[in-house]
Nanobody, 126 residues
Framework: VQLQASGGGLVQAGGSLRLSCAAS????????MGWFRQAPGKERDFLAA????????YYADSVKGRFTISKDNAKNTVYLQMNSLKPEDTAVYYC????????????????????WGQGTLVTVSS
């Protein structure tokens, strides 16, 4: 599967953005998905993960209650709704996918994923 992330941009603190990650390929519905971000000079951090069906989700503490991951298998797209954005949320955001054959699990480490989008830049101004 190939992934194309979009929706990044410049937003003021307290604002919202919705990132999209469109996937090509007929087997997208079987993929578990995740969102990560990487700020300059820092490691890639886990943000949110979702199982293939969307029935299971998991969030990093830093975004819990502010970000929501969702998956639309009919549209081959995974979303990250980001609310109450803070300047420290500024980073390049990446979506990732892994095919575990309709497993109900989600995955929180970069090493678990084998497909990555190109990244979309989110800048939050104070």
């Amino acid at each position: 599967v190939q992934l194309q992330a979009s929706g990044g941009g410049l937003v003021q603190a307290g604002g919202s953005l919705r990132l999209s990650c469109a996937a090509s390929g007929r087997t997208f519905s079987s993929y578990a998905m995740g969102w990560f971000r990487q700020a300059p000079g820092k490691e890639r951090d886990f943000l949110a993960a979702i199982s293939w069906s969307g029935g299971s989700t998991y969030y990093a503490d830093s975004v819990k209650g502010r970000f929501t991951i969702s998956k639309d298998n009919a549209k081959n797209t995974v979303y990250l709704q980001m609310n109450s954005l803070k300047p420290e949320d500024t980073a390049v955001y990446y979506c990732a996918a892994v095919n575990k054959g309709y497993s109900s699990y989600y995955y929180t480490t970069p090493q678990a994923y084998d497909c990555w989008g190109q990244g979309t830049l989110v800048t939050v101004s104070s």
